[in-house]
């Protein structure tokens, strides 16, 4: 049993490294070609087109959705995952006083560049985040699906002011998790389970899911008509070149090559699948 535990502990730290090594990956390959700032997803609204040079506008009309349902009131507030900074930093240029928390060096580093002295930025889990602060506000955008829920709500309550507000903006997997083609989310029933231990009162809760699904028209377009021929190319000129080595790595790991495959290449991870699959949600909660 010790060895399970430790494997498995071996799995989530390598699975939260590889989660890392992906975000600043989307983040820096955004930017370079498409001038997008950030990491989350689009909302597609006002008959903007899902494709990729227009993510830039649906990731700003996802952030100005977001920014309405974030009192003015709240004057202090934790940005949870905080990403490149974006979202942190429009909270500033509105008046809010805000601190980021985040496990990503890289990430963090350049949300400092970005806010400067504007907004303080924790390199840290969120669930081993200690800080005397109490926050009028804690923000969780497209980042709860990261946390240990029972650990993350303990820390929320350690932070959050009577009265104050828990805004999440994620997805979530719905009852019934019947082999979705896109991972990601906490169970939907598991975490109004848990939440329901906690005295947060729901006081808003928007169901976004057809405005973000076009994200993955973007996505699953980039993979399949750039990424793919790349791939393709490369197999060829490896097996042209080093014929026994190529068919040797094919084999040793045709197994994960063939789930990468299926994963980026057969159009499972499309609009239509994540409607079907997930729910996303914003989700606002008052503190008792």
């Not at 899902?50 to 709240?74: D, K, T």
């Not at 005397?132 to 946390?147: R, V």
């Not at 377009?221 to 790595?249: M, R």
């Amino acid at each position: 049993m010790p060895f399970l535990f430790r494997s498995q502990a071996v799995h989530q730290k390598n699975r939260e490294a590889w989660q890392q090594v992906g975000l600043v990956a989307g983040l820096l390959a955004g930017r370079h070609f498409v001038g997008a700032k950030e990491l989350h997803y689009g909302y597609w609204i006002n008959g903007i087109e899902p494709v990729v040079r227009n993510l830039p506008i649906a990731q700003e009309q996802y952030c100005q959705f977001l920014l309405s349902h974030i009192p003015v009131e709240c004057h202090r507030i934790l940005d949870v995952g905080c990403g490149a900074g974006g979202m942190a930093e429009k909270l500033v240029a509105r008046g809010h006083q805000v601190d980021c928390v985040s496990p990503s060096t890289s990430l963090n580093n350049q949300a400092r560049a970005l806010l400067g002295d504007r907004a303080r930025v924790f390199d840290s889990k969120y669930e081993e985040f200690s800080s005397t602060e109490t926050y009028d506000a804690i923000l969780f955008c497209e980042s709860f699906q990261y946390m240990k829920m029972g650990l993350a709500f303990d820390k929320i309550l350690q932070q959050l002011r009577p009265s104050g507000q828990l805004i999440i903006c994620d997805f979530f997997r719905p009852a019934v998790d019947d082999g979705s083609p896109i991972s990601g989310g906490h169970h939907w029933p598991e975490f109004q389970m848990i939440l329901g231990k906690y005295p947060l009162e729901l006081i808003e809760d928007i169901d976004i899911t057809a405005q973000t699904a076009p994200t993955f028209t973007v996505i699953d377009s980039a993979f399949t008509e750039v990424l793919q021929p790349i791939w393709n190319e490369v197999d060829a000129a490896a097996l042209a070149t080093h014929p026994w080595i190529f068919k040797f790595v094919n084999w040793f790991f045709r197994h994960k090559l063939a789930k990468a495959r299926r994963k980026y290449f057969t159009h499972e991870r499309s609009a239509a699948n994540f409607q079907k699959h997930k729910t996303y949600r914003l989700l606002r909660y008052q503190r008792n």
